[in-house]
């Protein structure tokens, strides 16, 4: 029902459901949200500005500094981009090694998500229960790379450190281990009442609503659409590894939740595959410090989505131009969407389910075209609206 | 020790925010909150207002547009308080350091109590560094 008066409340960027700082106004009518205006920013830091003043090798320690969550996915795609203009490729095993570390980066951001969705909706037990297991993921990293979130793993021409024969046991040991249990939280998010009853239903995206607004990752798999650039752009490895995409159609936050839980599981047999197929060999070439001339578009499927970076290069030992484009950007008018005519507690968890990493996200100032425009809309106005789709 | 300070010391409210950092701190300092490490056995618990909280951790570079929301934060915050800059990036700013919109370490523009370096600085060092702020605190 309508009550007639809008309320403006504004979310961020300070608030507990975001670790971030996001802002986001929403219009409310009684327990109706009516508007959004996402506001970005607070993030801004001027990275590519700062691309374009470090060397390439410098830059692959800035890359990684876009994200702490998906770091591995921007050095994966930044050093793809040097090799292609300086034409090499990384040796084979470089590449299986690539894959493994993306991979087990994937089910470390799913698990992290799963446990913070938990969290939005209240069920804390959830949420540190998968986290503890996340655990596993990072001791993984540690003994590999010897650092738990900034791993420093890739470098133009191959990779930096190697996965020995000893570690190879000791990640499949643990592989088991998070195998029963994400089967164990599958099967939680599937039957407790606690997840349904907040989950099913909520932030609808419907799958035409998806591919005009330009969603990307599990965002835009949970509605259904087979899209992953692991399949239809393959890099790395990914050529020779099979895989399932994984695709839910229920369009809302449970189809999102369990788009990312069964992708961790395609994640540790992707890896398995990985430990044992891995050819023998060196794990890196040497590269020259000038790049020559030229643009190149790389892309890659980080956690939450194609990742896209572009670099034009002039000749000397840095980039002229760069550019990211983050999943997280490409999801937000698709956020808007879901949002608009749901209710007000249920915005922490629409929001927190497009797996938002405003870090990746604001490297660009956000111009309101709208700002002289004031619209607001009845309940009246925007079920007509609606009922028509 | 005043009773005020006794429970201060035994139990010490954290907020946390954001300044424009990578997001690595954060999701260490919210492991430090799980399970593995379980921070809240020593009275620590995260609080999402800033009026309810004694310690304020900071992440990450200052960038220019949200400097005025840290002040604000830390002026809503109730006497006596305490910042700890948690990160390369809150200490100094670096890698970011020459970027255009990033003014630099948190101490630009807030009085810090305790810095937390490491990038990212592992749960244990973060949990180190709040129990040393609260021997100071202790002892102030």
């Avoid at chain 1, 090694?97 to 994937?106: G, K, P, S, T």
Wanted: glycine share 8%.
């Amino acid at each position: 029902m309508s009550y007639g008066s809008i309320i403006k409340v504004p979310f961020g960027p300070q608030h507990p459901a975001l670790k971030e700082p996001g802002n986001f106004l929403f219009e409310v009518d009684g327990e109706i949200v009516v508007d959004v205006k996402p506001r970005i920013g607070y993030n801004h830091r001027g990275v590519e500005k700062a691309f374009e003043l470090r060397t390439y090798i410098q830059n692959i320690y800035l890359a990684e500094r876009i994200c702490g969550i998906c770091s591995d996915a921007h050095t994966t795609c930044y050093t793809q981009a040097i090799e292609e203009l300086l034409g090499v490729e990384a040796p084979p095993r470089a590449r299986y090694i690539r894959v493994i570390i993306a991979e087990l980066e994937r089910i470390h951001s799913h698990a992290l998500w799963v446990g913070i969705a938990a969290h939005e909706i209240g069920f804390d037990t959830l949420f540190m229960y998968v986290w503890r297991d996340r655990e596993t993921v990072l001791d993984m990293f540690e003994m590999i790379s010897g650092n738990r979130i900034h791993y420093a793993m890739n470098t133009i021409g191959g990779v930096r450190r190697d996965i020995h024969a000893d570690m190879v046991s000791k990640i499949k040991k643990g592989l088991d281990l998070l195998e029963k249990r994400l089967k164990y939280y599958l099967n939680v998010v599937q039957t407790e009442q606690t997840i349904l009853k907040r989950a099913v239903g909520v932030g609808i995206l419907k799958p035409k609503d998806a591919v005009d607004l330009c969603a990307v990752g599990p965002t835009l798999r949970a509605s259904g659409i087979k899209n992953d650039v692991r399949v239809d752009d393959p890099y790395a490895a990914y050529d020779e590894i099979a895989f399932n995409v994984i695709t839910h159609d229920g369009c809302d936050v449970l189809s999102r939740i369990l788009v990312r839980c069964e992708e961790m599981l395609e994640s540790i047999k992707i890896i398995r595959y990985g430990l044992d197929s891995m050819p023998e060999g060196i794990i890196r070439v040497q590269v020259p410090m000038k790049v020559p001339q030229g643009e190149v578009v790389s892309r890659v499927e980080a956690p939450r989505g194609e990742l896209i970076h572009y670099a034009k290069s002039n000749g000397t030992t840095k980039p002229e131009r760069y550019k990211v484009r983050s999943p997280t950007l490409g999801n937000i008018p698709a956020l808007c969407k879901m949002l608009l005519g749901g209710y007000v507690a249920d915005i922490p968890i629409v929001l927190a389910g497009i797996d938002p990493c405003f870090a990746c996200m604001d490297r660009m100032a956000f111009v309101d075209v709208k700002k002289n425009k004031e619209w607001v809309w009845t309940m009246q106005q925007l079920r007509r609206k609606y009922a028509k789709k | 020790m005043n009773l005020f300070k006794w429970a201060r010391t035994k139990s010490p409210w954290i907020i946390h925010f954001n300044t424009g950092g990578c997001n690595g701190c954060d999701i260490e300092l919210t492991a430090a909150l799980t399970p593995r490490f379980d921070l809240e056995r020593f009275g620590i618990l995260l609080e999402g207002s800033p009026r309810h909280a004694d310690v304020l951790v900071v992440t990450g570079p200052v960038t220019l547009q949200v400097k005025d929301r840290l002040v604000r934060i830390y002026e809503q915050m109730p006497e006596p308080k305490h910042v700890i800059a948690t990160g390369t990036c809150a200490i100094s700013g670096a890698p970011f350091k020459e970027c255009y919109n990033v003014h630099g370490g948190i101490d630009i523009v807030l009085p810090v109590d305790a810095y937390v370096p490491g990038c990212p600085p592992k749960p244990e060092a973060i949990i180190d560094g709040i129990s040393k702020l609260i021997q100071k605190i202790k002892k102030e």
